[in-house]
């Protein structure tokens, strides 16, 4: 999945439900920064509830970087529907748990 997004000249998108904040996921988040900064569209989808499993929250590392985010999820804990993804995506998208696109 690194080596797509260190390739990635137009667009890398990733979906996912935990995304760690330690040494790996620094290293994800490093490299999708550095694809922002290569003019790449970067656009990553996080489980709400799977955000809540690291410290610091891997949103908050990714916006740091340039990254466009977006939880969905997380207003289900909150006792209302689940938040859309229409807001990074053109047309709804499916989450699967693990999903790369880069171009």
């Known amino acids: 999945m690194l080596t797509a997004i260190r390739a990635a000249r137009e ?27 290569r003019g790449v ?10 955000s809540l499993y690291s ?8 916006e740091r970087r340039g990254v466009r985010i977006e939880r969905f999820l997380i207003d289900t804990m909150l006792g209302s529907a689940a938040t859309p993804i229409t807001s990074i995506s053109a047309k709804p998208t499916k989450i699967s748990r693990w999903r790369v696109l880069a171009t």
């Open 55 to 62: 410290w610091p929250p891997a949103h908050r590392l990714l």
């Open 11 to 37: 667009r890398a998108f990733l979906s996912t439900y935990i995304f760690d904040t330690g040494p790996v996921g620094q290293e994800f988040a490093d490299a999708l920064g550095d694809a922002v900064a």
């Open 41 to 50: 569209d970067v656009r990553v989808a996080i489980d709400g509830v799977g």
